[in-house]
């Protein structure tokens, strides 16, 4: 997944400067919607990061 993000990232970054060089807005606009795409993807699939006490089991209730 981490490849998606970086190619994303990488292909935003040449099409807005590509945009700005040759000063076609649509084009610029295409590489920040790439950019807000990579976020996303980052965001969404970022694995979750536990601490050492965190459990991913719901506590037990014990009965006496």
Avoid: K, N
């Avoid at 649509?26 to 965190?54: E, F, K, N, S």
């Amino acid at each position: 997944m981490w490849r998606i993000e970086w190619g994303l990232g990488l292909l935003a970054v040449v099409l807005a400067v590509t945009g700005i060089f040759t000063e076609t807005v649509w084009v610029l606009g295409v590489g920040a919607w790439m950019l807000i795409a990579a976020c996303l993807i980052d965001m969404v699939y970022r694995p979750c990061q536990q601490t050492p006490h965190t459990s991913t089991r719901s506590p037990t209730v014990r009965v006496h």
